[in-house]
């Protein structure tokens, strides 16, 4: 299960930390990130960290957006500076996760949203 939290409504130019906690049976976390969604548009990819650090980021999201994450805490982060109000949408984590050492292979979970507002 994922938990996301710290949206809000903020002005141009704030900064929000979005964070997400896993729970329930976790044997072992793979790739996480964050996806949004805003009204009227596709869900699309923000930003994504292997378990080794690697970070990807969506094109919108380079020189702005950190993600991060703390395995012992089973928390991902997403560190959002410079906000825009094109960046207004509902923020979800993804995490993909092995939950038995009997079916070794990852599933992917989806957090329930949380909302980013950014007024002008």
């Known amino acids: 299960q994922l938990q996301a939290s710290g949206g809000g409504l903020v002005e141009a130019g704030g900064t929000l930390r979005l964070s997400c906690a896993a729970s329930g049976t976790i044997v072992k976390v793979g790739r996480m990130g964050w996806f949004r969604q805003a009204p009227g548009n596709q869900r699309e990819l923000v930003a994504m960290?292997?378990?080794?650090?690697?970070?990807t980021y969506a094109e919108f999201a380079k020189g702005r957006f950190t993600v991060s994450r703390d395995d012992d805490k089973k928390m991902l982060y997403l560190v959002m500076n410079s906000l825009k109000p094109e960046d207004t949408a509902v923020y979800y984590c993804l995490a993909n996760v092995i939950t038995s050492t009997y079916i070794p292979s990852y599933t992917a979970y989806w957090g329930q949203g949380t909302q980013v507002t950014v007024s002008s």
């Open positions: 960290i292997s378990p080794e650090g690697s970070e």
